[in-house]
């Protein structure tokens, strides 16, 4: 396949035709930084993380569904990029309740890692504070709407590599929400097959397994006084 | 876009469903056929029911998430039943401009409801509009599928007044 030449951040760098910017500078060993892209799926330019700036152009180009071109001039972290993606990521966390202290997923998030990463110390904007729901009903798994940041992953592992396109997204500006099937609760939309996949695309603790967020423990103590029981009738 | 309710529901139900049955076969049950299927549906039907959206799905050939997630998209669909008139209010920035939100404040104290919701005795729908694409004669307010143009909040507030007054139609 026909090679390409290009500079990412002052570094020559060779892509292979057709390929992203992204990918070209993921290769390279330059981070970018990314909510929505995941590999695996097909990229959706929703997130607006992975803006870089390219010499000759006056718009700022999503780096996931930017081809790389010859000789093309891309800039990943200049200031005015910075200044945006801590915009951005400020305005992810006004938009739901994004509360990392009783989060399943703090310690393992891509959008808290993005904050340390970007240097949000704190929102300068808002907080919306909406009332979201959370739903329980599939026996597995379960959706905080709270901590949703829309970034359509599960929608798309659920389409692409699942193939059944339970997920999607309903309405529309603040009021957009990640629906299963007709708007049903998940644990009654019929055409979930409980794969799983919506859990692993999932960035943030939207999407979780039950059983594993704060005061779902379980204990059955009995049980141990039962196994002892169970070993004297046999021996 | 009349969503009128029929004089007589009863004999024309099975006839709503083979017109909407004819408008899917006419695109060959394209699944990008689905916003003039939805189109139809709404026009039809006054509103997108459940088994209405999961009837298209199954027949499109699409996920029922997809439907439901365009058919909450675009507010010109609704998934509520509407009352037997509806009033729109165009608020986009012309009409705006011109007065709209007075005009709807009006008619919100008139009829007694909040924008977006139809009266509990289902005889009105007051919806809003973002830009009905006819700026030049704005404030723009659309009464029963009629476009009215220049419209002005005492005279609004009498027709509005004088239509439900009128005998309710039989149902």
């Known amino acids: 396949m026909a090679a390409r030449t290009l500079t990412i951040d002052g570094r020559l760098v060779s892509a292979r035709a057709g390929e992203s910017i992204l990918e070209a500078a993921r290769d390279a060993g330059i981070h970018i930084p990314t909510l929505c892209y995941l590999e695996g799926l097909s990229e959706m330019g929703a997130c ?95 959706i905080d709407h709270n901590r949703c940041v829309l970034c359509a992953r599960c929608v798309r592992a659920c389409d692409e590599v699942e193939g059944v396109h339970t997920w999607d997204i309903a309405g529309r500006g603040v009021n957009a929400r990640v629906i299963t099937d007709l708007g049903v609760p998940w644990g009654e939309a019929e055409s979930c097959t409980s794969c799983g996949k919506c859990l692993l695309a999932c960035p943030t603790g939207a999407i979780f397994r039950r059983g594993t967020s704060v005061a779902e423990l379980e204990r059955d103590p009995k049980r141990i006084a039962l196994i002892v029981a169970s070993r004297q009738e046999r021996w | 876009m009349s969503n009128r309710a029929p004089a007589n529901p009863a004999p024309a139900a099975d006839n709503r469903q083979k017109l909407l049955e004819a408008t899917m076969r006419r695109y060959q049950y394209r699944p990008d056929a689905l916003i003039e299927v939805l189109h ?45 008139h509806t009033c729109t209010v165009c608020l986009g920035t012309a009409c705006y401009v011109k007065g709209a939100m007075e005009i709807l ?36 307010v659309v009464l029963d599928g009629v476009v009215i143009g220049h419209a002005d909040a005492e005279t609004l507030r009498a027709r509005l007044h004088a239509l439900l007054e009128e005998t309710p139609v039989a149902s």
Do not use: W
């Open chain 2, 105 to 140: 404040t009006t008619l919100e104290t008139e009829a007694g409801l909040k924008a977006g919701h139809t009266s509990p005795d289902g005889r009105l729908s007051l919806l809003t509009a973002r830009c009905l694409g006819a700026c030049g004669i704005a404030p723009v």
């Open chain 1, 48 to 142: 607006r993380l992975c803006l870089v700036e390219v010499t000759g152009s006056n718009r700022l180009l999503p780096a996931c569904l930017t081809p790389v071109s010859e000789g093309m001039e891309v800039h990943t972290a200049t200031e005015r990029l910075r200044e945006h993606r801590r915009a951005i990521v400020e305005l992810l966390f006004a938009e739901r309740n994004h509360v990392c202290a009783v989060c399943v997923a703090s310690g393992n998030c891509e959008l808290q890692n993005l904050a340390i990463r970007v240097g949000m110390t704190h929102v300068r904007y808002d907080y919306l504070n909406p009332v979201c729901a959370v739903d329980i009903s599939h026996p597995q798994f379960g």
């Open chain 2, 40 to 84: 139809k549906a709404q026009e039809l039907y006054g509103h997108l029911s459940p088994q209405l959206l999961a009837s298209i799905a199954r027949n499109l050939h699409l996920p029922p998430s997809r439907v439901y997630g365009v058919a909450t998209f675009y507010h010109f669909f609704s998934l509520k039943p509407q009352g037997e």
